[in-house]
T-cell receptor, first 114, second 110 residues
Framework: DVKVTQSSRYLVKRTGEKVFLECVQD?????MFWYRQDPGLGLRLIYF???????EKGDIPEGYSVSREKKERFSLILESASTNQTSMYLCASSLRREGRWEQFFGPGTRLTVL | SQQGEEDPQALSIQEGENATMNCSYK?????LQWYRQNSGRGLVHLIL?????REKHSGRLRVTLDTSKKSSSLLITASRAADTASYFCATEGGSEKLVFGKGTKLTVNP
């Protein structure tokens, strides 16, 4: 079974702090994603990585950066956390099988910025 | 970016009833996928329907796709309390990225 793990289930940080959210997948997937999920807005893509050291902005990259130094690990960085970044953050990796992409999600990190 | 829109936003039914959720999208797709999310957890893939298919079944799930209307529906038959979750459609348009809708929150009352 594919396993995607996220470093924390719950995180509380203060405004202005630098925040690191870590995601690890154990299935050698090329692609990894970071989403944020907010009530009424669904999942919105923050960043996407299709290979080590490769990244692509998603729909809402402002205020975030990412790092992919190893294939299995994709980190989301909030350089200076703000209250409007309080959200559920979901990491995913994807596999192409039978002609389609399927995403596998981690359990999520609920981040609160005070 | 294109985004699926699920309808209704929330649905509450009794155990044993059928639940129908709808998804509309904006641009052409290769396939449409449905995912389920239990409260406070990640999403899990349920079923996929390709653009050249009209209907697909998997256990108690039935998915239909109407590409002329750019819409899909997910039917869960004989619902159980354990089906309580949020359900999302996601469209694949030819890239590695999926575009997710806003979800339907289903509550199945025992």
């Amino acid at each position: 079974d594919v396993k995607v793990t996220q470093s924390s289930r719950y995180l509380v940080k203060r405004t202005g702090e630098k925040v690191f959210l870590e995601c690890v997948q154990d299935m050698d997937h090329e692609n990894m994603f970071w989403y944020r999920q907010d009530p009424g807005l669904g999942l919105r893509l923050i960043y996407f990585s299709y290979d080590v050291k490769m990244k692509e902005k998603g729909d809402i990259p402002e205020g975030y950066s990412v790092s992919r130094e190893k294939k299995e690990r994709f980190s989301l960085i909030l350089e200076s956390a703000s209250t409007n970044q309080t959200s559920m953050y979901l990491c995913a990796s994807s596999l192409r099988r039978e002609g389609r992409w399927e995403q596998f999600f981690g359990p999520g990190t609920r981040l609160t910025v005070l | 970016s294109q985004q699926g829109e699920e309808d209704p936003q929330a649905l509450s039914i009794q155990e044993g009833e059928n639940a129908t959720m709808n998804c509309s999208y904006k641009t052409s797709i290769n396939n449409l996928q449905w995912y389920r999310q239990n409260s406070g957890r990640g999403l899990v893939h349920l079923i996929l329907i390709r653009s050249n298919e009209r209907e697909k079944h998997s256990g108690r799930l039935r998915v239909t796709l109407d590409t002329s209307k750019k819409s899909s529906s997910l039917l869960i038959t004989a619902s159980r309390a354990a089906d309580t979750a949020s359900y999302f459609c996601a469209t694949e348009g030819g890239s590695e990225k999926l575009v997710f809708g806003k979800g339907t929150k289903l509550t199945v009352n025992p």
